[in-house]
């Protein structure tokens, strides 16, 4: 068989700024097919680009795209050589249909047979070469046996090597020009720690060629460690936060202080090697303070300190100096006599804090301690009435207690969302994409899982094409929510969620899919199709509740908000509706009139979809999708401008939303819920974090807020949508591929990690290196630093119902859910939910 691979390759859509290059029919040059096992390696030249070259399979895989380097070579002034891996979800032999498509951000109308006719393939790789890393002896005994990690990097990508010291480690590179660093040869406590250095700090790998470098070490440094534990204290303790400091003994220097709740262990390093240390944890709550002292000799090693209740002692603080402070309470709403504010007054002065749990339904009362002067932080916590959340508001978010006494507290109440959702379980619920590849929704039975989604129709964004004569993939994943049904027993409900557009605003170009009056009928008639059959499925399977669930126009609602030109498109921007919708119920055979109120503009538009799914289907849920960028940017969810600003951009993006009456029609027809979308990829893939995703628990923090507020302002129940599932790694697990493997923080920061838990020492190097672009940080190790103190321990949901929260799915095409297809944390995270589902959170 010829070893030459060749394809059609093709130049489509060509202007002076973008177009694609479509190379199918890959296959060796004698004919013979191509076989993979895992990807399949490019390279070709392409003009100058302005963007990173993105690529993907027709039909549709579920592949990763890696560029090597991530900036193409040049090879002369208008041109670069882009060499890239595609890897593929399993082994796959190409056939003649097959296209890879490659778009390219730069002007394909010149000189397009240099660009198609440069193409080399490779099978399961790239040109490679051998890189030697040379270590020298531990410099010593205590860092012998240790792995010495050096970082090759080209770009924001690092790919990590070892050799253990006084060894020669070979590994295969790809081919590329890359710099090159060396992290710490240091102790699991970092009590012995030696700086390396390399030698050359820069190197090219050719294919089949060795490339030798060399570690050396400096001088070593030695340290003591601690590691302060605070036990499992009772109440009032278990739920407060101790405040630490570790100090000199002789001196009273403070070299480390840090607030750390019960039952955790707090790590601290590279302390030093000698000395006497007070190591003293305290809280003054509600004017009794607790405190505790263990005193303890450094040395160079690592030391274990336990505080536990037996070590507290207690103390009336002395408060003949103290004032009332009386709380005004205005209610928009009447609430139940016994529903309570949680009430949280922090000092500026570290670990002194008044907690008080205040009945909501009462216009005054009274802090119940008298209070020090001073500032503090008022945090008054959002509730649940029934199935009603109320926010409560203060414009005292800072509060000076006066000395004088005359400091009043003042707190409003305002009703938001009910979270109780038609065809959504009575409980804080979690759900996951499916690929339809396991049928029998074994991941989802396991996970006990309470929805399935996947996108309607043949291309999964609405078939503008033409009118679809069946629609599988809605009937399928209708029957796997109802198997889940049956392998999870017990009356449990998974409900089947369809994603379907009747305009797909995600191709960008919004002003011609909106005047696309064919297009529009035909997508309008392809989620009546979607809806009827999710209707016959479920009655046919014998489901009871909701037949399926629709989550109706992905992007639509922020390209809208955000417009073509940076600003939004008016509700009375005109485009054809009504003839849409004639054409979808008359395709549909259904005998139904366009209403009145249903007008040819971007309004009337959205009443005419609401209409159309309530007429033809009552026996769905629904709602539509909004984005975080829809202001414009999602860049603002890493500027430290305070949850005030977060709920600004929610109001920007609540205000358009209902200009454009999306859930305020005077018609009545109103959705059942709003899905929030951040963006479907996982943080530690280049998808996301070369486009500006690559969030640290400061940031999903963040993102839940805006979640929060959105819904207060719509008071329409929140589902956070297409939430990547994955983890962090730990500094001690196997990370080979950051892109086939699927590594990220949105699992860890919903469902926690204790292996993660506070500290940046415990995530895997490899992923602190990442350079992402478009964030305020150079690297993920800064941007966890910024979130300092963060702590993952446990899970985050737990108040996700107070969030207007009351559902959350999972995962998307190429980004991890709880199904195996993607990464590799599918199965973890089965393991947290269906943890949780022993004791979900009650609506």
């Known amino acids: 068989m010829s070893a030459r691979i060749i394809a059609d390759v093709t130049v489509e859509g060509a202007s002076e700024w973008y177009g694609t290059l479509r190379a199918k029919n890959i296959r060796y040059e004698d004919g013979g097919s191509v076989s993979v096992q895992m990807s399949l390696g490019v390279q070709f030249q392409s003009p100058n680009i302005t963007a990173a070259v993105a690529a993907r399979t027709e039909p549709w895989q579920n592949t990763a795209w890696s560029l090597h380097p991530e900036t193409p070579e040049p090879v002369d002034d208008n041109t670069v050589l882009v060499t890239g891996l595609l890897t593929l979800p399993a082994a796959y032999t190409f056939t003649s249909q097959d296209s890879i498509i490659f778009e390219i951000n730069g002007n394909l109308t010149t ?177 009794t303070k607790y405190a505790a002292t263990k005193t303890t000799s450094l040395s160079n090693g690592l030391i274990q300190v336990a505080i536990d209740q037996s070590d507290i002692s207690t103390e009336d603080v002395d408060t003949s100096s103290f004032v009332n402070l009386p709380i005004t309470i205005s209610n928009t709403d009447a609430v139940e006599a016994d529903v309570t504010i949680s009430l949280r007054l922090t000092s500026a002065t570290p670990g002194v804090v008044y907690t008080q749990d205040i009945a ?318 951040r963006y479907e990829a996982d943080d530690f893939t280049e998808r996301a974090h070369k486009n500006s995703y690559c969030y640290g628990p400061y940031e999903w923090s963040r993102f839940f807020d805006f979640c929060r507020f959105l819904s207060l302002e719509l008071q329409v129940p929140v589902m956070p949508w297409q939430i990547p599932a994955s983890r962090i790694p730990t500094r001690d697990e196997s990370v080979v591929n950051l892109e086939t493997e699927h590594w990220g923080t949105g699992g860890t920061y919903v469902f926690g990690d204790a292996n993660v838990g506070s500290s940046v020492g415990n995530i895997h190097p490899s992923v602190l290196a990442i350079k992402p672009t478009g964030t305020t940080h150079a690297t993920v190790r800064e941007i966890f630093e910024a979130a300092e103190p963060f702590d993952l321990t446990q899970p985050t949901y737990y108040d996700f119902l107070q969030r207007g929260i009351f559902s959350v799915l999972l995962g998307g095409g190429a980004t991890t859910g709880i199904i195996d297809g993607v990464g590799t944390t599918g199965e973890w995270t089965q393991e947290q939910i269906n943890a949780y589902m022993a004791d979900p959170i009650p609506i």
């Open 360 to 677: 909501a339904s009462t216009s005054s009362s009274m802090l119940d301690y008298q209070i020090a002067p001073g500032q503090y932080t008022v945090q008054a916590g959002w509730f649940l009435d029934g199935s009603v959340v109320y926010a409560v508001e203060t414009d005292q978010t800072t509060l000076d207690i006066e000395e004088d006494g005359s400091t009043t507290l003042a707190l409003t109440t305002r009703r938001g969302a009910d979270l109780n959702v038609n065809g959504f379980p009575n409980f804080l619920s979690f759900g996951a994409i499916s690929n339809l590849v396991d049928q029998e929704g074994k991941a989802f039975i396991a996970a006990r899982a309470s929805a399935v989604f996947k996108y309607a129709g043949t291309d999964g964004a609405g078939d503008s094409g033409g009118d679809l004569t069946n629609d599988n993939d809605t009937i399928v994943t209708v029957q796997i929510a109802k198997k889940v049904e049956d392998g999870v027993g017990g009356g449990h409900t998974c409900l089947p969620v369809m994603i379907s557009y009747t305009v797909n605003l995600s191709l960008g170009d919004s002003e011609t899919q909106l005047q696309d009056e064919a297009g529009l009928g035909h997508s309008f008639g392809n989620l009546v199709l979607s809806m009827t059959l999710a209707q016959l499925e479920s009655d046919r399977l014998g489901r009871t509740g909701a037949a399926a669930g629709y989550i109706i126009n992905p992007d639509f609602l922020g390209e809208c908000q955000k417009g073509p030109s940076g600003a939004g498109f008016s509700p009375d921007y005109p485009m054809p509706v009504i003839g849409p919708l004639q054409h979808a119920l008359s395709v549909r055979g259904i005998d139904a009139a366009v209403p009145d109120f249903v007008t040819d503009t971007l309004k009337g538009y959205v009443a005419g979809t609401n209409w159309l799914v309530r007429t033809v289907a009552p026996g769905v849920t629904f709602g539509w999708q909004a984005n975080l960028w829809g202001v414009g940017s999602s860049a603002w969810v890493y500027a430290r401008d305070g949850t005030a600003a977060v709920a600004a951009k929610a109001k920007q993006t609540a205000d358009y939303i209902k200009a454009l009456e999306v859930y305020d029609s005077p018609s009545g027809f109103r959705p059942d819920f709003l899905a929030i979308d």
């Open 111 to 287: 000189s397009p047979d240099l660009y198609t006719g440069s193409f080399e393939f490779f099978v399961d790789g790239l040109p490679s070469g051998v890189v030697e890393v040379v270590c020298d002896e531990a410099p010593d005994p205590s860092l012998a046996g240790l792995s010495q990690p050096v970082y090759l990097v080209q770009g924001s990508v690092s790919t990590p090597l070892h050799a253990a010291p006084g060894e020669t480690e070979t590994t295969d590179v790809i081919a590329g020009t890359f710099s090159v660093t060396a992290g710490e040869l240091a102790t699991s406590d970092e009590t012995v720690v030696a700086t390396a250095q390399v030698s050359p700090s820069e190197v090219t790998v050719l294919a089949d060629k060795k490339t030798t470098i060399n570690v050396t070490y400096e001088a070593v440094a030695k340290y003591s460690a601690l590691d302060v534990s605070i036990g499992q204290l009772p109440s009032p303790l278990s739920s407060e936060l101790l405040y630490v400091t570790v100090s000199e003994k002789s001196s009273g220097a403070v070299l480390a202080d840090f607030s750390s709740p019960v039952n955790k262990t707090t790590q601290l390093r590279r302390l030093p090697q000698s000395g006497t240390t007070d190591i003293t944890a305290k809280v003054v709550l509600n004017n």
